[in-house]
């Protein structure tokens, strides 16, 4: 299988010839290959010329970085749109169409920062039919440019609003039925309809609106994560035949514990996630700039001794 194969066949359900892996991000991209992803406000000051050559070679480093890490989803971040589609027509071509290419789509409401919550809670209460109306609009928008970035070889979309502390949802699941899911929905349905997949992210504590969120029809959940106590084994259980699960290996121990409890935490996930199909391997958020890097190589290679089925 080529890594879009194992990708695609584990975000459908299926069963491929080995557990495939990527990261949301991978931001260490500089101690692995001593040179950073390209940001967009690098290309700002650069001339049309300049801005090719940028992007060529970015995309030419996001190949050299995926393939050695082994993975089968590509992601592209940091860059708007139309660049976020040069950039994966320069992979596709380079690489044969080998690796599924991912990046940022949700369109549905998130946290609120600080006193935005304030406003969010009063707008529920005094303003239910204009909240409505603002989750429409970035509904529609956020399908909008998920199908061109379909269209652009950007096949699977990332739906990376938070919704979830480590105590629970930011609202509760009724009010979330109403302002989140049906957008959810609606956007999910878009990809699937243009011919993409669908990664449900979020943070926290995602069992109180576990049956909502596979109910919003995304091939695969992102996350479960283990620091607010969700465990692979009891989501793989409830959820397993209906969806995609990614993630759960222990972000924090990267950074605070020791490695038997790194390898614990990896080879725990490998255990529950992989029976029957159906899941991607990750960490629970991403490899985070200022994190060793043989501490995430550790999570590769728990991965790379349990992978094949």
Not at 181 to 198: M, W
Request: charged residues 25%; negative net charge.
């Amino acid at each position: 299988m080529t890594p879009k194969q194992r990708a695609i066949t584990s975000l459908t359900g299926g069963i491929p010839d080995e557990i495939p892996t990527f990261e949301l991000e991978f931001q260490l991209t500089d101690e692995l290959l001593g040179k950073d992803f390209l940001r967009q406000d690098s290309l700002e000051k650069m001339t049309n010329k300049e801005k090719d050559i940028a992007i060529h070679e970015n995309a030419e480093l996001m190949i050299e970085a995926f393939e050695k890490l082994e993975y089968s989803i590509i992601p592209i971040h940091y860059l708007w749109l139309e660049e976020s589609i040069k950039t994966a027509q320069i992979i596709n071509k380079m690489t044969n169409y080998k690796y599924l290419l991912t990046r940022h789509g949700d369109g549905t409401f998130s946290i609120p920062d600080g006193n935005e919550m304030y406003e969010f809670a009063y707008r529920i209460a005094d303003d239910p039919k204009g909240l409505l109306e603002q989750a429409e609009k970035m509904a529609s928008s956020a399908i909008e440019r998920n199908k061109r970035a379909i269209d652009g070889g950007i096949e699977s979309l990332i739906l990376c609003s938070d919704y979830c502390y480590n105590n629970g949802p930011f609202i509760s699941p009724e009010q979330f039925s109403i302002f989140i899911t049906p957008f959810l929905s609606k956007i999910i349905k878009g990809i699937r309809d243009a011919g993409g997949y669908a990664i449900k992210h979020t943070d926290g504590n995602i069992m109180p609106i576990l049956d909502q969120l596979v109910e919003a029809n995304p091939h695969a959940i992102h996350s479960l994560d283990p620091m607010a106590g969700v465990d692979i084994a009891k989501v793989k259980k409830l959820v397993g035949d209906k969806v995609c699960l990614i993630g759960n290996v222990n972000c924090a121990l990267l950074q605070t514990g020791t490695d038997e409890q790194v390898i614990e935490s990896a080879k725990y996930c490998l255990t529950h996630g992989k029976p029957n199909g159906g899941y991607i391997y990750s960490t629970s958020n991403v490899p985070f700039k200022g994190l060793e890097l043989k501490r995430y190589q550790l999570v590769l290679d728990i991965w790379k001794q349990y992978r094949k089925y």
